[in-house]
């Protein structure tokens, strides 16, 4: 979500950012199949660290063009789900974590919201790191961190819960993470292949062996979808539908929720409701970024 292609790079890709959008969507409406939908975010994590350690290596973070990026919508749609929850009689945020009013903000007035903080500091951690280490020693420090995660997930995972939001979040999203650094780095080392491969069989080892639900399952799958797109996708003839929907991502991130809380009242299944909330995110996201370019106005945070 925090990374634009262009049009003919990697239609696979696209398709990768697309489906993901849409994975959001299920997860969050709790339907059958949410936890395994949770591989929508790991590929969306995976894919911000494949581009911050691979094209983007050398390209200087520049925190203020990032903060309006990121943190600008992110406080606009912070405050319409305040107000949301306000007309609710609801606390504008929850003030019932662990950390306080400090997790609440870090959460968010709706609950999707953790993502976009977190994934700022993240971009921003891994450029001070990039300034100190090359590629090759970045890539056996996530590997090393990847197994270590892996192992100890029956430990973490728990009192991660315990603890609460956005800690659990934050521990969650921590593999895909570690494994996005993988998939970007494992060429530029020798054997980071067969690095990349055995972390992969931990994950599945991890999913088989641990009675943790939702815990390593989402994160193979996207990597196992990811790697197919890198693989191939530049097959994919490309496709303004496509590249349309796929520019829309972040926009329909930041906005499902009302849209899905709107198709929850109608008397729908439940695959027919997440369907139709994620068309009318896009629809919405679209509609506002082609008004944007005919009045060529300075962008609202929509998207």
């Known amino acids: 979500m925090t990374v634009t292609q262009r049009s003919g790079r990697n239609q696979g890709i696209e398709l990768v950012r697309t489906l993901a959008a849409f994975a959001i969507v299920w997860y969050h409406s709790k339907a059958v199949g949410s936890e395994i939908s949770y591989s929508g ?12 350690v691979g094209s983007n290596w050398s390209r200087r973070v520049r925190i203020a063009a990032l903060a309006r990026r990121l943190l600008i919508p992110w406080a606009f749609w912070f405050a319409v789900f305040g107000a949301i929850n306000l007309a609710r009689h609801q606390p504008f945020i929850s003030l019932e974590y662990s950390g306080g009013w400090v997790a609440g903000v870090f959460a968010g007035s709706s609950i999707h919201l953790w993502y976009i903080p977190f994934i700022f500091a993240l971009i921003v951690a891994l450029a ?18 990847t197994v270590v995660n892996l192992a100890t997930v029956g430990q973490w995972e728990p009192w ?3 603890i609460g939001y956005p800690l659990a979040q934050w521990m969650q999203a921590s593999t895909a993470v570690l494994i996005g650094l993988l998939i970007g780095l494992h060429r530029s080392t020798r054997w980071g292949t067969q690095a990349l491969a055995v972390a992969l069989m ?11 639900p ?21 097959r994919i003839p490309a ?5 349309t929907l796929a ?5 329909i991130y930041l ?19 997440v369907t139709l909330a994620f068309v009318a995110s896009a629809l919405f996201v679209i509609a506002y970024q082609r008004l944007r370019a005919r009045l060529k106005q300075p962008a609202l945070p929509v998207n």
């Open 41 to 52: 975010l790991s590929a969306f994590l995976m894919l911000t660290m494949l581009f911050e």
């Open 128 to 145: 001070v790191v990039k300034r100190s280490v090359d590629r090759q020693v970045l890539f056996w420090l996530a590997m090393t961190a």
């Open 160 to 162: 991660s819960r315990q």
């Open 202 to 212: 931990l994950a599945a080892a991890t999913w088989v062996f641990s009675p943790l």
């Open 214 to 234: 939702g815990v390593a399952l989402p994160h193979m799958i996207a990597a196992l979808v990811l790697l197919a797109a890198l693989r191939w996708g530049d």
């Open 239 to 243: 496709s303004p539908v496509m590249q």
């Open 247 to 251: 520019n829309a991502t972040f926009g």
């Open 255 to 273: 906005c499902h929720p009302i849209f899905l809380g709107a198709a929850k009242q109608l008397p729908l299944h439940v695959a027919l409701r």
